[in-house]
């Protein structure tokens, strides 16, 4: 392929231009972006995993600098509030909670000490969350081993802010950027030709990358591939937003509040707060929606309400003939995992691992399409199950949730832990065994029985070890910088990453 169209100047266009144009910069491949100057980005997207860090090293762009630019904070994990029930929080952590003892998940001694009298939670033992809950932040530095050492960190940042700086990059590696809307598209032969511009232009091209937003103009409205609809599993489909004022504590972590008809996001930036509030259509309207945000919203209001409507779901097909879907394009999981950004570089990445040659082969093609179902589906059954192991019933959309339907393969996930605890094998699942771990038991699931290999170890000597090295993590989170401290020795580059 010797000329790739980006169509779209989001965070999955420049994001996948700066990706594309990383690993294509020494050969002779044109990459062009068209980006409408008239149709306005999505706006949001502020929360990452850390993933986002493998992309920065990917790409060679330098933490601080990043950071700096796009008005970033550190992020540790999510923290959950009154989803089991009202009154009720429990913690997402990054990097691993535990390890393991005597070759067993830490999850099954946990479990067994807990039963025991043992009164430290879970995530207790995640490195990551310790510091969280105490405001603190550092990256661990080499290769000392450290009792932080297993903590794991993304980053919440201005989508306007990333857009622009992955633009920059992008330009320096030879993109060009046509600021123009794209009026029509011309096919030949089922694939796409060419993209005739407002201004008259016909743009010609190799290989079409759809970033195009929930427009989706290459994918579904020119291809028509098809949409599979998840709102029976995952009923939300509003969001409004609103910033505010910035929260002097910065805490290193993202909330996610439930409330009577879906869920509030506070993504705390250097400068500003980000607030949304998810919901159902079904069960509340707008005005509604608006004022449960508003009502609380902490500091100033600086921007006015920004409402979005979503169908959850993905595409049929993400890559299909000269076309991949990227971003808002290829579908939408809502934003309480924080996944979509993931899934812009899973998708590239993955994309670059299989790049065409001269022309398409259909098995390449067909495993993709394998590999993102697998990925997306994976996602979907883990955001489900923060919601159908809620306890609460106080309105109309949680007694939904007492009897919905959820997908089978979540059911086998859920009914396999539920008997000793162990959790399906699946490598290609993007949340790992500790991450599962952390929901179910924030969301109180106990298995009926436990791993006979927890009697390999004595119980008392596995307690003991355990209330020291809870202990341990939080008398060293003494010594550790304030996340505002870290920050600030950061930007004015006191530390090194
Ligand atoms: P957009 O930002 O909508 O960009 C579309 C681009 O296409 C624009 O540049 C537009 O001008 C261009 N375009 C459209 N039509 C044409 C045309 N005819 N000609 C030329 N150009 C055209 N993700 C996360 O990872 N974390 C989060 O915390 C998170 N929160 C979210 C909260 C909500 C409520 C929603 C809805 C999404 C959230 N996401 C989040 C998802 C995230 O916002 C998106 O994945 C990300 O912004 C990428 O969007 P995009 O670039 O695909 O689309």
Redesign the pocket.
Known sequence: MKKYII???????WMSAAILSNVLKHTNVEIVL???P???????????IPSIIDLLRYLNISLEDFIKVTDSTFKLGIKFVDWLRVDHHYWHPFGSVGGKIDTLPFFHHWSLCYENGLKSEYTDFSPAIVMAKNNKFFIPQGNKANLFSSSDYALHFD?IKVAAYLKDFSLKNGVEHIS????AVNKDNEKIASLKLTDNRIVTGDFFID?????A?LIEKSLNVGYQDWSEYLPVDR?V?IQSEKNTSLPPYTESIAHEHGWR?K?PLQSRTGN?Y?YSSRFCDDETAYKLLLDNIDGEQLTKAHF?K?TTGKRDKIWHQNCLA????SG?LE?LE???????MKTMLTFMQMLPSESLHQATIDEFNRLMDIEFECIRDFIVAHYCLSQRTDSNFWQWWQTAEIPCSLKQKLNLFMEQGRLVNNDLDLFASDSWYSILAGMDQKPKDIDPLCHISSLQVVKEMLQKRALALQHSTNKIPSHQEYLQQLIFQKVKT
């Open positions: 169509v779209g100047g989001g965070t999955a266009g068209i980006e409408s008239n149709i306005a980005t999505v706006g949001v997207g502020e929360a990452t989508a123009c809307e794209v009026s970033c195009s937003g929930q427009h103009l969001a937003a996001w993504i949304g998810v979005i979503f990227v971003g808002l394009s939408f934003p924080s996944t979509s950004i993931h899934l812009i």
